[in-house]
């Protein structure tokens, strides 16, 4: 897929549903559908369910659920695009930055990265 190509629309008509998926199931502790849609090569690539838990217990309290906001940009690159949004966050009142990177792969277009800044 060439996302030199796609209008800023059509990029996010594909990858805003993973998104929100990973988002919604981070909300539910739900490290399998967390995991869904990430794009994994080799076992080593994964993201451990370890660190999954991790993450929770250090942030969850602290900032509750995530609701992806508002676009901040696309940047688009040959073979992949990275997608910022603001994130709202349940118990805060700034946004936060929340940045996926998607990436085809056979045919299917994955997560290759994604992270939340608050």
Not at 48 to 75: C, M, S
Request: proline share 4%; charged share 30%.
């Amino acid at each position: 897929m060439k996302y030199a190509d796609l209008s800023d629309k059509e990029i996010l008509d594909i990858v805003k549903p993973l998104a929100e998926h990973t988002e919604n199931s981070w909300n539910q502790k739900n490290y399998d559908g967390f995991c869904h849609y990430f794009l994994e090569k080799s076992p080593e690539q994964g993201f451990p369910e370890e660190e999954f838990n991790r993450q929770i217990e250090e942030n969850y309290d602290t900032y509750g659920k995530h609701t992806i906001a508002d676009l901040v940009a696309i940047h688009r690159n040959p073979d992949h695009v990275i997608v910022l949004w603001k994130v709202d966050l349940e118990k805060r009142k700034e946004p936060g930055l929340l940045i996926y990177g998607f990436r085809e792969h056979e045919g299917q277009v994955l997560i290759e990265g994604c992270s939340y800044h608050a």
